[in-house]
């Protein structure tokens, strides 16, 4: 079970799409490379879950985490293309309350 | 089915490997695969963090008691000290969720994606059986 990251930008807004799965093995990658984009200056952040097919709340607590980050930077971290099970997870969480989220990377985009 | 891992968060893909090769045979719906993961995931993870005090020392059972196309019932079975996950105050999980102990979210995401979910102690050994109906 393997997690792969890609990095890239729109303009000033900074995107890391993630595939695969987000386990308790594999979101401590994910952690690193969102502190690190983050703690790197960038303030408008968007995760695209397009690829993500599973996750458990060791991934959960990964964009917590991040979400508090950024939120003491000033900035803002939007989350874009949950497939059903992602999204279920995240309403049986809460964190559809927590976070704003997406139903594409296009939308994600507008107004930010 | 019977399987023994150890205490070791690597041996969790052993027991979700065993069950997806039975989910395919029976041509289960990828869905009901993949919240059975977590829920395999979580509390496997929750047992080999907070059960025991030293890691690959310890056996863990996991038991699949029966899994046909309508649904799947796992016995998750520790000699770790006394854990009752479903002490859990659930309710209030999901509104504090930012603060929630860790452990207890994905508590709360098994308590949530299940049917059935129950607790016992016998023998100084914590018994957790969960089932999922596939509708």
């Known amino acids: 079970m393997n997690v792969e990251l890609n990095t890239y930008s729109n303009n000033t807004i900074k995107i890391l799409a993630i595939s695969g799965e987000m386990n308790a093995n594999t979101s401590s990658e994910v952690d690193n490379r969102l502190t690190n984009l983050i703690m790197g200056g960038n303030k408008k952040l968007i995760v695209n879950l397009a690829g993500l097919n599973y996750i458990s709340s060791a991934g959960l607590r990964v964009f917590l985490s991040a979400n508090k980050l950024i939120k003491k930077q000033n900035g803002e971290l939007r989350i874009s293309n949950l497939n059903d099970l992602v999204k279920e997870v995240f309403e049986i969480s809460g964190f559809t309350m927590i976070f704003s989220i997406y139903s594409d990377e296009k939308d994600a985009l507008k107004d930010f | ?135």
């Not at chain 2, 000699?79 to 002490?87: D, S």
Request: charged share 30%; hydrophobic share 40%.
């Open chain 2, 1 to 135: 089915m019977h399987y023994i891992i150890s205490n070791n968060l690597n041996e969790i893909s052993k027991i979700q490997q065993h069950f997806n090769t039975q989910s395919e045979k029976l041509e289960i719906d990828v869905r009901w695969i993949r919240k059975m993961n977590i829920v395999i995931d979580e509390i496997l993870s929750n047992i080999i963090k907070y059960a025991y005090e030293e890691e690959n020392k310890y056996k863990i059972e996991v038991i699949i008691e029966y899994f046909n196309k309508s649904k799947a019932r796992l016995i998750f079975i520790d000699e770790g000290k006394f854990f009752n996950p479903l002490n859990y105050s659930h309710k209030k999980a999901i509104k504090n969720v930012e603060n929630l102990e860790e452990g207890g979210l994905g508590i709360h995401l098994v308590v949530n994606l299940v049917n059935n979910i129950e607790y016992k102690r016998n023998s100084d050994k914590n018994h957790l059986y969960v089932e999922m109906i596939f509708d």
